[in-house]
């Protein structure tokens, strides 16, 4: 079936040091990405997108490229910051059937001043 | 507008209560969705309204409601809940389907005594 992975928490980084997350997927069809955000006690928030192979998705110094060939869709950033402390989820949208996005379980980040 | 508000923050009820969960935007967007969260988990889709109608039910349980009054509102109306429903429920809305991006509410906590 439908699936995201995403690597395993929680990430503990230094303040400006390079953030990868992995993720990878497998769906029917051919999803959106996106990575949303999601801070202690609030909603989740769109971080970036991408619709088709190869667009790199970017925001606030985060960058991902949708990679058709090898189904992924890795979150970086080249300088974190303490306020980057979240659980980051990567998500495919329009699978089986158009209305669901498959959620993968979430990496929470920590970054120390 | 660009915001999802959700209503109340913070809900306590007993297990006889019956209490509504409230979502509105005003993003012209016409598909809605409603999200359970656990602690440490992803969202986990229980509803999805399109165009006011009811498109998909992930088999939730019926002590769980919804209801779409119109193209700006959506519901959750709840009766006899179990303390496991306990949860942080989100309120989510697009443009048309899941090829775009999901705008999601702060969520309401929700403790079942």
């Known amino acids: 079936g439908d699936s995201v992975t995403q690597m395993e928490g929680p990430v503990t980084l230094s303040e400006e040091a390079f953030l990868t997350i992995n993720c990878t997927y497998t769906?029917?069809?051919?999803?959106?990405l996106f990575w949303y955000v999601q801070y202690p006690g609030e909603g989740l928030q769109l971080l970036l997108k991408a619709t088709k192979a190869d667009d790199k998705g970017s925001n606030k110094g985060f960058e991902a490229t949708y990679r058709k060939e090898t189904t992924s869709f890795h979150l970086e950033k080249g300088s974190v910051q303490v306020s980057d402390s979240a659980v980051y989820f990567c998500a495919a949208g329009g699978v089986t059937g158009g209305f669901k996005t498959i959620f993968g379980a979430g990496t929470r980040l920590f970054v120390k001043a | 507008d660009t915001e999802v508000t959700q209503t109340p923050k913070h809900l306590v009820m007993g297990m006889t209560n019956k209490k509504s969960l409230k979502c509105e935007q005003h993003m012209g967007h016409r598909a809605m969705y409603w999200y359970k969260q656990k602690a440490k988990k992803p969202p986990e889709l229980m509803f999805v309204?399109?165009?006011?109608?009811?498109?998909i039910n992930e088999s939730v349980p019926s002590r769980f409601s919804p209801e779409c009054p119109n193209s700006s509102l959506l519901n959750l109306h709840l009766h006899a809940l179990q303390p496991e429903d306990s949860a942080l429920y989100l309120c989510a809305s697009s443009h048309s389907g899941d090829y775009n991006e999901q705008f999601f509410g702060p969520g309401t906590r929700l403790t079942v005594l």
């Open positions: 769906a029917t069809g051919y999803p959106s």
């Open positions: 309204y399109s165009y006011e109608k009811l498109s």
